[in-house]
């Protein structure tokens, strides 16, 4: 009876002593892990000298970046550019686009091609299909209007089909009110009416011999035209105006007579 007592009595001094070391080794560990955070770069839980972040904060994502020859980790509020952002219970991770695409929304969605390659429907193409333009500026596959066959946007025409008139990036098959073809440029352009200058002075009262009354003549004044009219627009203005006069033998001035 007493030898079990006493092997009790020890069961429960191992037991006590065991906890206590278990708390130790516990408040130990939370100090030494809380130290080590403090000591890691902004948004860090874990880390180390050679590697950088190791593990991030909730929301941030853990990104590699080059140092020299050498993958550092990083937590950053959003992926950088050539990378899109992958979530998980576990990790936030930033992962590169893939190879022809330089940003992209997922690994399947491609926002912005690289040079010599086109989007067309989230992905980079070398070419686009057929009906659509390769816009080296947007690196895009665009749709042009009806019967342009190059543009350099959706509603801005390069090229418009043969027997089409170009207008303002858009293409005609009759040119708009205000507007008339050039069958050479196949452009329409805008009505010119004619323009003619002021008119000149009388001129002097001549007598013609077709005139039977004596002493009677004809002046005349004329206009220069200043802009001829454009092809399909109204012919101008009369150039010439005359009117009868009195013609008197031996006198300078001539008075005039208004019809």
């Known amino acids: 009876m007493l030898i079990s007592s006493l092997i009790w009595i020890l ?5 006590t002593m065991g906890q206590d070391m278990i708390m130790r080794y516990k408040r130990s560990s939370t100090t030494s892990s809380s130290s080590a955070s403090r000591l890691c770069p902004t948004g860090c839980v874990t880390c180390s000298a050679l590697n950088g972040c190791l593990s991030c904060k909730p929301r941030l994502f853990f990104h590699l970046e080059l140092d ?11 992926c950088p550019r050539g990378h899109y952002d992958t979530r998980s219970p576990y990790i936030n991770t930033c992962t590169r686009c893939k190879e022809d695409c330089a940003f992209c929304f997922s ?3 491609c926002t912005r091609c690289h040079s010599g390659r086109f989007l067309f429907r989230g992905k980079c193409q070398p070419s686009c299909p057929f009906g659509l333009t390769a816009n080296p500026e947007l690196r895009e596959c665009i749709e042009c209007p009806a019967g342009c066959e ?5 509603n801005m025409c390069l090229s418009c089909r043969a027997d089409l008139y170009t207008l303002q990036g858009q293409c005609y098959l009759t040119c708009p009110k205000g507007f008339e073809p050039d069958e050479q440029l196949m452009q329409c352009l805008p009505q010119v009416h004619c323009e003619v ?13 077709s005139m039977k009354m004596y002493r009677r003549g004809e002046k005349m004044r ?24 009195i013609f008197k033998k031996r006198q300078s001035f001539i008075s005039n007579v208004m019809p």
């Open 150 to 154: 190059l543009c350099m946007r959706r």
């Open 107 to 109: 690994e399947n969605f």
């Open 197 to 209: 200058g002021e008119w000149s002075d009388w001129s002097p009262c001549v007598r013609k011999r």
């Open 222 to 245: 004329t206009r220069q035209v200043l802009s001829p009219p454009r092809r399909f627009r109204k012919p101008c203005p009369k150039l010439f105006q005359f009117r009868k006069c």
């Open 11 to 15: 069961h429960l001094m191992n037991l």
């Open 68 to 78: 020299g020859m050498r993958q550092r980790g990083v937590c950053l509020s959003s």
